[in-house]
């Protein structure tokens, strides 16, 4: 029964691992919070997908990074706090998924995602951010974007075709 314990039991290196993805992501919000573009996006992979709440951000890193110059430029990016994370290891080591709960300035948001070992450092290969609705609120939310959506659900099935 004990070597059944033992086996389940992280191994040291998982949970050295699991600090430093922990560490990455803490300094990606620091970064955010203190408008130090260059160290905010040196976290990322090249090939890096940024996610935003709104259904037409799906960035790129460089457009993420256009996208997101001004703001840093005005010292006033944005300031994420990790209230609650979760990570978990691939099978290989190299890479990692995740998800967060973040304390910000549009109250509770998720963040989730993928990172790589990339040259013995952890790098965001994604990141997905998304505002939580509570339940009780959902109609209301649905009913407050449903004229802007469903132009966008138009135009996107229009484009599929």
């Given at each position: 029964?004990?070597?059944?314990?033992?086996?389940?039991?992280?191994?040291?290196?998982?949970?050295?691992?699991?600090?430093?993805?922990?560490?990455?992501?803490?300094?990606?919000?620091?970064?955010?919070?203190?408008?130090?573009?260059?160290?905010?996006?040196?976290?990322?992979?090249?090939?890096?997908?940024?996610?935003?709440?709104?259904?037409?951000?799906?960035?790129?890193?460089?457009?993420?990074?256009?996208?997101?110059?001004?703001?840093?430029?005005?010292?006033?990016?944005?300031?994420?706090?990790?209230?609650?994370?979760?990570?978990?290891?691939?099978?290989?080591?190299?890479?990692?998924?995740?998800?967060?709960?973040?304390?910000?300035?549009?109250?509770?948001?998720?963040?989730?995602?993928?990172?790589?070992?990339?040259?013995?450092e952890w790098k965001i290969k994604q990141y997905?951010?998304?505002?939580?609705?509570?339940?009780?609120?959902?109609?209301?939310?649905?009913?407050?974007?449903?004229?802007?959506?469903?132009?966008?659900?138009?135009?996107?099935?229009?484009?599929?075709?």
């Amino acid at each position: 029964m004990v070597l059944l314990f033992c086996a389940c039991k992280p191994s040291l290196s998982q949970e050295s691992e699991v600090k430093s993805i922990n560490a990455c992501l803490d300094s990606l919000n620091a970064h955010a919070s203190n408008t130090n573009f260059d160290a905010y996006f040196e976290l990322y992979t090249k090939d890096a997908i940024f996610i935003g709440t709104d259904a037409t951000e799906r960035w790129e890193m460089d457009a993420f990074k256009k996208f997101a110059k001004p703001y840093f430029d005005k010292g006033k990016a944005w300031s994420f706090e990790a209230i609650e994370r979760k990570v978990q290891l691939a099978e290989d080591g190299k890479m990692a998924y995740f998800d967060e709960l973040l304390d910000t300035q549009m109250k509770i948001c998720r963040g989730s995602g993928v990172l790589k070992k990339v040259g013995g450092e952890w790098k965001i290969k994604q990141y997905v951010l998304s505002m939580t609705i509570p339940n009780a609120l959902s109609s209301t939310v649905i009913e407050s974007k449903e004229a802007i959506e469903d132009s966008l659900i138009n135009r996107l099935k229009k484009e599929k075709k």
